[in-house]
């Protein structure tokens, strides 16, 4: 059964740092990988998808990277600000509509 | 604007008592998905629809059930809820399969008393 872990569980930096958050899984076999910002008490937003033929993505201050071999990926978030805050989920997607998601990296961005 | 919408946003109920949460959609995917996560936990996938056909994760209590009337519209329905089941549900769509990007509703916060 896939397993997906981020890690570090919680990550805490100033304003205006770049930061880099790591997703890995045990089963290369996905279809994508998509990464997900949650705020407390409430549902997932979307902010990037990766296909699995793809190794990376860009949406604005925000670039995932997908290494399917080696079961890795990173978003990495430019520039943060306060409002960057917020538990940020990972989730591959595999056959028969499956998807697997990490625990999340919780952001703390310190005016 | 295309949306999941989920409906009520917090349930509170008792003891043993059923519950249906909802999820309506505008997107028109043929995917619709029920995930339960509980404080600090990883979202958990419950089942799925793939337009009519129901798909039951294999550990899902049969306490859980679901219903999916027609395109728009899927519902969650917890026969006997135990102080266990208090979580947080989402609702979530893609247009066909897993290739296919995820959208996800606000959530409904359930509270068993």
């Known amino acids: 059964k896939q397993e997906v872990t981020q890690i570090p569980a919680a990550l805490s930096v100033p304003e205006g740092e770049n930061l880099v958050l790591n997703c890995s899984f045990t089963?290369?076999?996905?279809?994508?990988l998509q990464w997900f910002r949650q705020d407390p008490g409430k549902g997932l937003t979307s902010l990037l998808l990766?296909?699995?033929?793809?190794r990376e993505q860009t949406s604005g201050r925000l670039n995932a990277s997908l290494d399917k071999s080696s079961g890795r990926s990173t978003l990495y978030i430019a520039a943060s600000q306060p409002g960057d805050s917020a538990t940020y989920l990972c989730?591959?997607?595999?056959?028969?509509?499956?998807?697997?998601f990490g625990t999340g990296t919780s952001l703390t961005v310190i005016p | 604007d295309a949306m999941v919408i989920q409906n009520p946003r917090y349930q509170v109920t008792q003891f043993g008592k059923p519950v249906t949460l909802s999820c309506s959609q505008t997107?028109?995917?043929?995917?619709m998905y029920w995930y339960q996560q509980k404080s600090s936990q990883a979202p958990k996938l419950l089942f799925h629809?793939?337009?009519?056909?129901?798909?039951n994760e294999a550990d899902t209590p049969d306490n859980f059930q679901s219903r999916r009337p027609n395109t728009s519209f899927c519902f969650l329905d917890i026969r006997s809820p135990g102080l266990g089941d208090a979580a947080m549900y989402l609702c979530?769509?893609?247009?066909?399969?897993?290739?296919?990007?995820?959208?996800f509703g606000p959530g409904t916060r359930l509270t068993v008393l």
């Open positions: 089963d290369s076999a996905i279809y994508n």
């Open positions: 990766i296909q699995s033929s793809q």
């Open positions: 989730a591959v997607s595999s056959s028969g509509n499956q998807f697997y």
């Open positions: 629809y793939y337009d009519k056909d129901f798909n």
């Open positions: 979530a769509t893609s247009r066909d399969s897993a290739s296919n990007e995820q959208f």
């Open positions: 997107l028109n995917h043929n995917v």
